[in-house]
């Protein structure tokens, strides 16, 4: 069997498996139907709380991502873009292709030179070169808005002050801007600058909500859009919504806590194949020469990463909450 045979049936393997997981992942039927009589309620329901619930699932549904896009893009291009941005590091798309092509590329040529084999070396670029800059941009990202959700209760309190003392919301906003550090204060400093420059604070605060794409800057927004329709005080409903979230992040700290165990094991279980692998032939290369020329040995190292693969995405599921 040839190596580009063994790659076909690679490529045919997983393309089964990614439209079987797209075929079961479908929406529940039951969920659907009673999600439509909930919103017939909601729709002649003269009671005031369905109304505020009705507006609320409204405007989560209108900032929920279509597809594939990214919260707030339109493109691919752009989604790219966008999670540059989040990143907070200042980094380009060029920057990024740039170095994916050269990892790609490196690594093509170290692993063919070191083995002999073209398409084992072409796979491992592309995987290094796509996933690694992947990686880092995801963990930038994650470190972000792991402190724009620290601070973020702050910055509601500091407006919570502000309006008690007097001060409009804009002024408050202007506030938080310049007594905050880090991404909070970035953030709502941008907020201010597109309202200085004529935009409305409901059209600059959803341009910061497509962009940092996060749950707790979409409830403030929400927040805010409900108050300006029904009214009543809005201190109180801001100071509501910063101990809901503080609340909300003891709760994920207390989640992280209780599966901390499950994801190192799970962490040791997919590292430790590699881990053997690289080990041994380090030591003893030729024990483990014909594994990158030997068909068979190729075929049995493809469906083992591809069951590795399944495993793994199974124990990441099993220890992600949704919060």
Same mark, same amino acid.
């Given at each position: 069997m040839q190596p580009l045979q063994i790659a076909i049936m690679a490529i045919g393997i997983m393309s089964a498996l990614v439209l079987g997981?797209?075929?079961f992942a479908g929406p529940n039927p039951a969920k659907e139907s009673a999600r439509r009589l909930q919103s017939v309620r909601f729709r002649h329901s003269e009671s005031a709380i369905?109304?505020?619930? #009705?507006?609320?699932?409204?405007?989560?549904?209108?900032? @929920? $991502?279509?597809?594939?896009?990214? #919260?707030?893009?339109?493109?691919?291009?752009?989604? %790219?873009?966008l999670r540059?941005?989040?990143?907070?590091?200042? +980094?380009? *798309?060029?920057?990024?292709?740039?170095?994916s092509g050269g990892l790609a590329l490196g690594i093509m040529l170290l692993v063919t030179l070191k083995t002999g084999a073209p398409i084992l070396g072409l796979g491992a670029g592309l995987i290094v070169g796509g996933g690694l800059p992947h990686f880092m941009v995801n963990r #930038?990202?994650?470190k972000r808005t792991e402190a724009f959700v620290t601070r973020f209760p702050d910055?509601?309190?500091l407006l919570v002050r502000g309006l008690r003392s007097g001060l409009p919301i804009t002024e408050t906003?202007?506030?938080?801007?310049?007594?905050? $550090? !880090?991404?909070?204060?970035?953030?709502?400093?941008?907020?201010?600058?597109?309202? @200085?420059?004529?935009?409305?604070m409901e059209e600059a605060l959803q341009e910061s909500a497509d962009r940092l794409n996060m749950a707790e800057f979409s409830f403030f927004c929400?927040?805010?859009?409900?108050?300006?329709?029904?009214?009543?005080?809005?201190?109180?409903?801001?100071?509501?919504?910063?101990?809901? %979230? &503080? @609340? &909300?992040?003891? *709760?994920k700290l207390k989640i992280k806590a209780m599966s901390s165990e499950s994801k190192a094991s799970a962490y040791i279980v997919g590292a430790l194949p590699f881990i053997v692998f690289a080990l041994?032939?380090? /030591?003893?290369?030729?024990?483990?020469?014909?594994?990158?020329?030997?068909?068979?040995?190729?075929?049995? !190292?493809?469906?083992?990463?591809? +069951?590795?693969? /399944?495993?793994?995405? /199974?124990? #990441?599921? *099993?220890?992600?909450?949704? /919060?």
């Open positions: 997981y797209a075929a369905d109304k505020v619930e #009705a507006q609320y699932r409204k405007a989560v549904a209108a900032r @929920k $991502p279509k597809g594939y896009r990214v #919260a707030g893009s339109a493109s691919r291009a752009e989604a %790219l873009a540059l941005h989040r990143t907070g590091k200042g +980094w380009t *798309m060029s920057q990024y292709l740039y170095v #930038a990202i994650n910055a509601l309190e906003l202007g506030v938080v801007a310049t007594e905050l $550090p !880090g991404p909070v204060g970035e953030e709502f400093k941008a907020v201010t600058d597109r309202i @200085k420059v004529g935009r409305t929400i927040t805010l859009a409900i108050q300006r329709e029904t009214g009543g005080n809005l201190a109180e409903t801001l100071a509501n919504l910063a101990d809901v %979230l &503080r @609340k &909300r992040a003891q *709760m041994i032939y380090s /030591i003893n290369p030729a024990y483990l020469g014909k594994f990158f020329v030997d068909e068979r040995l190729i075929i049995a !190292g493809l469906g083992g990463l591809v +069951w590795l693969s /399944i495993g793994a995405f /199974i124990m #990441a599921k *099993m220890v992600n909450f949704e /919060i």
